[in-house]
Protein backbone atom coordinates (compact mmCIF):
# COMPACT_ATOMS: atom_id res chain seq x y z
CA UNK A 1 0.00 0.00 0.00
CA UNK A 2 1.59 3.30 -0.78
CA UNK A 3 2.19 5.60 1.94
CA UNK A 4 -0.26 8.41 0.80
CA UNK A 5 -2.90 5.94 1.18
CA UNK A 6 -2.63 4.89 4.81
CA UNK A 7 -2.21 8.69 6.06
CA UNK A 8 -5.88 8.25 7.29
CA UNK A 9 -5.42 5.04 9.45
CA UNK A 10 -6.22 5.33 12.75
CA UNK A 11 -2.73 5.06 14.45
CA UNK A 12 -2.59 5.35 18.18
CA UNK A 13 -1.43 8.44 19.25
CA UNK A 14 0.90 9.75 22.57
CA UNK A 15 0.28 13.37 22.85
CA UNK A 16 4.07 14.15 23.92
CA UNK A 17 3.37 17.55 25.47
CA UNK A 18 0.36 18.72 26.99
CA UNK A 19 -0.12 21.32 29.91
CA UNK A 20 -2.49 21.04 32.87
CA UNK A 21 -3.31 23.39 35.84
CA UNK A 22 -6.52 24.07 37.92
CA UNK A 23 -7.80 26.93 37.97
CA UNK A 24 -6.76 27.41 41.31
CA UNK A 25 -3.14 27.44 40.58
CA UNK A 26 -3.27 29.81 37.43
CA UNK A 27 -1.45 32.53 40.00
CA UNK A 28 1.27 30.05 40.04
CA UNK A 29 2.13 30.77 36.57
CA UNK A 30 4.10 32.66 34.97
CA UNK A 31 2.16 32.91 31.40
CA UNK A 32 -0.74 34.23 33.02
CA UNK A 33 0.47 37.44 35.05
CA UNK A 34 -0.49 39.93 31.99
CA UNK A 35 -2.99 38.46 29.94
CA UNK A 36 -6.87 39.79 29.66
CA UNK A 37 -9.67 37.68 31.39
CA UNK A 38 -11.06 36.44 27.98
CA UNK A 39 -7.54 34.96 26.85
CA UNK A 40 -7.58 31.37 25.97
CA UNK A 41 -4.89 30.39 28.24
CA UNK A 42 -6.76 32.15 31.55
CA UNK A 43 -8.46 29.70 32.32
CA UNK A 44 -8.65 25.89 34.24
CA UNK A 45 -6.58 23.63 31.62
CA UNK A 46 -7.39 20.98 33.46
CA UNK A 47 -7.83 16.75 32.54
CA UNK A 48 -11.41 17.54 32.03
CA UNK A 49 -11.07 20.43 29.42
CA UNK A 50 -8.22 18.01 27.85
CA UNK A 51 -10.77 15.53 27.28
CA UNK A 52 -13.12 17.71 25.94
CA UNK A 53 -10.70 19.20 22.94
CA UNK A 54 -9.69 15.04 21.90
CA UNK A 55 -13.31 14.04 22.31
CA UNK A 56 -14.27 11.31 19.64
CA UNK A 57 -10.52 10.10 19.10
CA UNK A 58 -10.41 6.73 20.19
CA UNK A 59 -7.10 5.74 19.71
CA UNK A 60 -5.84 8.52 21.95
CA UNK A 61 -3.46 6.26 24.05
CA UNK A 62 -2.46 9.34 26.40
CA UNK A 63 -0.04 12.21 27.11
CA UNK A 64 3.22 13.45 28.73
CA UNK A 65 2.74 16.44 30.60
CA UNK A 66 5.47 19.25 30.80
CA UNK A 67 6.05 21.75 33.18
CA UNK A 68 3.93 24.51 32.93
CA UNK A 69 6.39 27.10 33.59
CA UNK A 70 5.48 27.77 37.11
CA UNK A 71 7.12 30.90 39.20
CA UNK A 72 10.19 28.90 40.54
CA UNK A 73 13.63 29.80 40.88
CA UNK A 74 17.14 28.05 41.17
CA UNK A 75 16.98 28.35 45.47
CA UNK A 76 14.85 26.00 47.68
CA UNK A 77 12.96 28.57 49.01
CA UNK A 78 11.90 28.95 45.30
CA UNK A 79 10.46 25.54 44.70
CA UNK A 80 7.38 25.53 46.26
CA UNK A 81 5.12 26.26 43.21
CA UNK A 82 6.41 23.85 40.93
CA UNK A 83 6.30 21.23 43.72
CA UNK A 84 2.81 22.01 44.09
CA UNK A 85 2.13 21.22 40.65
CA UNK A 86 3.88 17.55 41.16
CA UNK A 87 1.53 16.83 43.48
CA UNK A 88 -1.34 18.12 41.61
CA UNK A 89 0.06 15.25 38.37
CA UNK A 90 0.77 12.55 41.23
CA UNK A 91 -2.74 12.67 42.28
CA UNK A 92 -3.93 12.41 38.50
CA UNK A 93 -2.02 9.96 38.25
CA UNK A 94 -2.81 8.11 41.38
CA UNK A 95 -6.76 8.48 40.43
CA UNK A 96 -7.54 10.47 43.23
CA UNK A 97 -8.58 13.79 42.84
CA UNK A 98 -9.17 17.09 45.16
CA UNK A 99 -11.95 19.26 44.81
CA UNK A 100 -11.99 21.55 41.74
CA UNK A 101 -8.97 19.79 40.50
CA UNK A 102 -10.40 18.80 37.19
CA UNK A 103 -10.11 15.77 36.60
CA UNK A 104 -11.79 11.67 37.63
CA UNK A 105 -10.33 9.18 38.81
CA UNK A 106 -10.51 6.68 35.48
CA UNK A 107 -8.45 9.54 34.17
CA UNK A 108 -5.14 8.10 35.53
CA UNK A 109 -4.74 6.05 32.36
CA UNK A 110 -4.26 8.94 29.95
CA UNK A 111 -0.93 9.66 32.26
CA UNK A 112 1.66 7.90 30.61
CA UNK A 113 4.53 10.33 31.83
CA UNK A 114 5.39 13.38 33.41
CA UNK A 115 8.24 15.75 32.65
CA UNK A 116 8.38 18.34 35.99
CA UNK A 117 10.17 21.68 36.37
CA UNK A 118 13.79 21.06 37.74
CA UNK A 119 16.32 23.73 38.72
CA UNK A 120 19.11 21.76 36.31
CA UNK A 121 21.03 24.84 36.27
CA UNK A 122 21.96 24.97 40.33
CA UNK A 123 24.54 22.48 39.41
CA UNK A 124 24.09 18.38 40.74
CA UNK A 125 23.94 19.09 44.32
CA UNK A 126 20.46 21.39 44.50
CA UNK A 127 19.28 18.97 41.53
CA UNK A 128 19.45 15.80 43.20
CA UNK A 129 18.16 17.77 46.57
CA UNK A 130 15.01 18.57 44.74
CA UNK A 131 14.55 15.58 42.35
CA UNK A 132 14.71 13.89 45.87
CA UNK A 133 12.04 15.93 47.09
CA UNK A 134 9.66 15.04 44.06
CA UNK A 135 10.88 11.36 44.46
CA UNK A 136 9.42 11.37 47.53
CA UNK A 137 6.01 13.21 46.61
CA UNK A 138 5.58 10.63 43.71
CA UNK A 139 5.76 7.57 46.18
CA UNK A 140 4.78 4.32 43.91
CA UNK A 141 4.05 6.56 41.07
CA UNK A 142 7.82 7.97 40.61
CA UNK A 143 7.60 5.49 37.75
CA UNK A 144 5.54 8.27 35.46
CA UNK A 145 8.37 10.94 35.95
CA UNK A 146 10.38 10.35 33.04
CA UNK A 147 12.57 13.69 32.87
CA UNK A 148 13.06 17.02 33.95
CA UNK A 149 12.98 20.39 31.73
CA UNK A 150 14.47 24.33 32.62
CA UNK A 151 13.75 26.72 30.03
CA UNK A 152 15.97 28.52 29.05
CA UNK A 153 14.25 30.21 26.31
CA UNK A 154 13.77 33.25 29.11
CA UNK A 155 17.24 33.01 30.73
CA UNK A 156 20.36 35.07 29.73
CA UNK A 157 22.57 34.28 27.39
CA UNK A 158 25.50 31.71 28.45
CA UNK A 159 23.37 29.91 31.33
CA UNK A 160 23.33 26.53 29.22
CA UNK A 161 27.46 26.54 28.71
CA UNK A 162 27.74 27.14 32.64
CA UNK A 163 29.69 24.47 34.22
CA UNK A 164 26.11 24.01 36.94
CA UNK A 165 24.00 23.36 34.12
CA UNK A 166 26.33 20.89 31.94
CA UNK A 167 26.83 19.10 35.62
CA UNK A 168 22.86 19.36 36.38
CA UNK A 169 22.55 17.34 32.26
CA UNK A 170 24.73 14.62 33.19
CA UNK A 171 23.39 13.83 36.68
CA UNK A 172 19.99 13.59 34.70
CA UNK A 173 21.84 11.34 32.29
CA UNK A 174 23.80 9.67 35.44
CA UNK A 175 20.12 8.89 36.58
CA UNK A 176 18.60 7.46 33.76
CA UNK A 177 16.23 10.88 33.13
CA UNK A 178 15.53 13.07 30.05
CA UNK A 179 16.18 16.85 29.44
CA UNK A 180 13.40 18.26 27.71
CA UNK A 181 14.97 21.82 25.25
CA UNK A 182 12.98 24.86 25.60
CA UNK A 183 15.09 27.47 23.28
CA UNK A 184 12.89 30.06 21.71
CA UNK A 185 14.23 31.20 17.82
CA UNK A 186 11.89 33.56 16.71
CA UNK A 187 11.41 35.68 20.07
CA UNK A 188 14.99 34.78 21.78
CA UNK A 189 17.17 34.76 19.51
CA UNK A 190 18.94 32.16 17.69
CA UNK A 191 22.02 33.09 19.65
CA UNK A 192 20.00 30.24 21.88
CA UNK A 193 19.94 27.50 19.35
CA UNK A 194 23.99 28.04 18.66
CA UNK A 195 24.40 28.24 22.39
CA UNK A 196 22.51 24.73 22.85
CA UNK A 197 24.42 23.20 20.05
CA UNK A 198 27.44 24.05 21.63
CA UNK A 199 25.85 22.80 25.21
CA UNK A 200 24.93 19.53 23.08
CA UNK A 201 29.08 19.21 21.86
CA UNK A 202 29.88 19.78 25.89
CA UNK A 203 27.71 17.12 27.31
CA UNK A 204 27.84 14.36 24.40
CA UNK A 205 31.93 14.81 24.14
CA UNK A 206 32.24 12.27 27.08
CA UNK A 207 29.86 9.81 25.79
CA UNK A 208 26.65 10.64 27.26
CA UNK A 209 23.61 9.32 26.77
CA UNK A 210 21.14 12.02 27.77
CA UNK A 211 18.06 11.68 26.13
CA UNK A 212 17.36 15.49 25.42
CA UNK A 213 14.23 16.60 23.36
CA UNK A 214 13.64 19.49 21.85
CA UNK A 215 10.67 21.34 21.90
CA UNK A 216 8.72 23.07 18.99
CA UNK A 217 11.14 22.97 16.02
CA UNK A 218 13.22 25.50 18.51
CA UNK A 219 10.19 27.57 17.62
CA UNK A 220 11.78 29.33 14.07
CA UNK A 221 10.52 32.45 12.79
CA UNK A 222 7.44 31.28 10.81
CA UNK A 223 6.96 34.74 10.05
CA UNK A 224 8.87 34.66 7.17
CA UNK A 225 7.21 33.23 4.07
CA UNK A 226 8.37 29.83 2.62
CA UNK A 227 9.80 31.99 -0.56
CA UNK A 228 11.74 33.38 1.93
CA UNK A 229 12.73 30.59 3.53
CA UNK A 230 13.47 28.87 0.58
CA UNK A 231 15.45 31.91 -1.01
CA UNK A 232 18.28 31.39 1.95
CA UNK A 233 16.88 34.44 4.31
CA UNK A 234 19.70 34.27 6.92
CA UNK A 235 17.29 33.84 9.94
CA UNK A 236 16.18 30.29 8.19
CA UNK A 237 19.83 29.40 7.19
CA UNK A 238 21.04 29.89 10.67
CA UNK A 239 18.16 27.73 12.56
CA UNK A 240 18.30 24.94 9.53
CA UNK A 241 22.59 25.03 10.96
CA UNK A 242 21.73 24.58 13.90
CA UNK A 243 19.09 21.72 13.59
CA UNK A 244 21.12 19.81 12.00
CA UNK A 245 23.76 20.42 14.22
CA UNK A 246 21.72 18.78 17.17
CA UNK A 247 20.34 15.91 14.97
CA UNK A 248 23.92 14.73 14.50
CA UNK A 249 23.79 13.69 18.46
CA UNK A 250 22.11 10.37 18.23
CA UNK A 251 20.03 10.28 21.54
CA UNK A 252 18.70 13.63 20.34
CA UNK A 253 14.68 13.91 19.12
CA UNK A 254 12.42 16.73 18.00
CA UNK A 255 8.51 17.39 19.12
CA UNK A 256 6.56 17.65 15.97
CA UNK A 257 4.52 20.45 18.07
CA UNK A 258 4.24 24.13 18.83
CA UNK A 259 3.95 25.90 15.43
CA UNK A 260 0.32 27.02 15.66
CA UNK A 261 1.16 29.92 18.17
CA UNK A 262 4.23 30.86 15.86
CA UNK A 263 2.15 31.62 12.55
CA UNK A 264 -0.38 34.14 11.40
CA UNK A 265 -3.67 33.59 13.81
CA UNK A 266 -6.52 31.79 12.69
CA UNK A 267 -10.32 32.62 12.93
CA UNK A 268 -12.46 30.24 15.03
CA UNK A 269 -14.78 30.55 12.42
CA UNK A 270 -12.92 29.82 9.35
CA UNK A 271 -9.62 27.95 10.49
CA UNK A 272 -6.34 28.02 8.11
CA UNK A 273 -6.96 24.94 5.32
CA UNK A 274 -4.52 22.43 6.50
CA UNK A 275 -2.92 22.52 2.99
CA UNK A 276 -2.39 25.94 3.48
CA UNK A 277 -0.74 25.32 6.65
CA UNK A 278 1.40 22.49 5.05
CA UNK A 279 2.55 24.48 2.17
CA UNK A 280 3.40 27.78 4.88
CA UNK A 281 5.74 25.27 6.73
CA UNK A 282 7.03 22.72 4.52
CA UNK A 283 10.86 24.81 4.13
CA UNK A 284 11.19 24.07 8.01
CA UNK A 285 9.16 20.67 8.41
CA UNK A 286 11.75 19.35 5.33
CA UNK A 287 14.86 20.60 7.24
CA UNK A 288 13.69 18.94 10.38
CA UNK A 289 12.55 15.40 8.63
CA UNK A 290 15.36 15.15 6.48
CA UNK A 291 17.54 15.84 9.91
CA UNK A 292 15.97 13.56 11.96
CA UNK A 293 13.76 11.39 10.41
CA UNK A 294 10.50 10.12 10.95
CA UNK A 295 12.24 7.61 13.78
CA UNK A 296 13.55 10.71 16.21
CA UNK A 297 10.23 12.95 15.36
CA UNK A 298 7.11 12.76 17.96
CA UNK A 299 3.59 14.27 17.99
CA UNK A 300 2.59 16.98 20.46
CA UNK A 301 0.07 18.90 20.53
CA UNK A 302 1.35 21.56 23.02
CA UNK A 303 -2.31 21.89 24.19
CA UNK A 304 -3.30 24.16 25.76
CA UNK A 305 -0.42 26.68 24.07
CA UNK A 306 -2.01 25.61 20.59
CA UNK A 307 -5.39 27.09 21.32
CA UNK A 308 -3.21 30.78 20.80
CA UNK A 309 -3.15 31.29 16.97
CA UNK A 310 -5.26 28.07 16.67
CA UNK A 311 -9.22 28.21 15.66
CA UNK A 312 -10.43 28.62 18.93
CA UNK A 313 -10.91 26.31 22.29
CA UNK A 314 -12.90 23.80 20.86
CA UNK A 315 -11.04 23.36 17.44
CA UNK A 316 -7.47 23.62 17.85
CA UNK A 317 -6.27 20.47 19.10
CA UNK A 318 -8.12 18.44 16.54
CA UNK A 319 -7.28 21.32 13.90
CA UNK A 320 -3.40 20.12 14.69
CA UNK A 321 -3.94 16.81 14.56
CA UNK A 322 -5.34 17.24 11.08
CA UNK A 323 -2.33 19.53 10.28
CA UNK A 324 0.12 16.90 11.13
CA UNK A 325 -1.66 14.09 9.63
CA UNK A 326 -1.40 16.81 6.10
CA UNK A 327 2.26 16.96 7.19
CA UNK A 328 2.75 13.19 7.12
CA UNK A 329 1.61 12.35 3.97
CA UNK A 330 3.39 15.65 2.16
CA UNK A 331 6.46 13.80 3.32
CA UNK A 332 5.61 10.14 2.11
CA UNK A 333 6.07 8.43 5.22
CA UNK A 334 5.12 4.60 5.17
CA UNK A 335 2.26 3.42 7.64
CA UNK A 336 5.77 2.37 10.06
CA UNK A 337 7.25 5.82 9.86
CA UNK A 338 3.92 7.37 10.75
CA UNK A 339 3.36 5.02 13.69
CA UNK A 340 7.22 6.16 14.99
CA UNK A 341 5.74 9.60 14.68
CA UNK A 342 2.71 9.55 16.57
CA UNK A 343 3.71 7.23 19.19
CA UNK A 344 6.47 5.26 19.17
CA UNK A 345 9.12 7.49 19.17
CA UNK A 346 7.74 9.03 22.29
CA UNK A 347 7.59 5.72 23.95
CA UNK A 348 11.36 5.19 23.32
CA UNK A 349 12.74 8.22 24.27
CA UNK A 350 9.87 8.67 27.23
CA UNK A 351 10.27 4.85 27.90
CA UNK A 352 6.92 4.48 28.07
CA UNK A 353 5.01 0.97 28.28
CA UNK A 354 1.85 0.85 26.74
CA UNK A 355 -0.66 -2.10 26.73
Known amino acids: MA ?3 TVNCDFPIIDSHIHLYPASHIS ?10 EHPLN ?4 VEEYKAATRDTPNLL ?7 DRKSGLGEK ?3 DALDEVDFLVRIGRGTPQDDDGHQPEDARLVLGIVPWAPVAAGEKALSAYVNQVRQRCGEKWDIVKGFRYLVQDKPSGVMLHQHFIEGLQWLANNGLTFDLGVDARSGGLHQLEEACEMMDTVYAGGSQLRIIINHFCKPDLRLTAGEALEGHADFTRWKDCVYKMSNHNSTYMK ?3 LFSELPPQSMNAPTDVSVLVNRTKPWVDVVFKAFGPSRIMYGSDWPVCTVGGPGIQASWQHWRMFVSAILKSQGLTAEEQTRVWSNTAAEAYNIWTT
Open 3 to 5: AQD
Open 256 to 258: LSG
Open 28 to 37: SLNWTADLPA
Open 62 to 68: GFVFLET
Open 78 to 80: QWQ
Open 43 to 46: RQCS
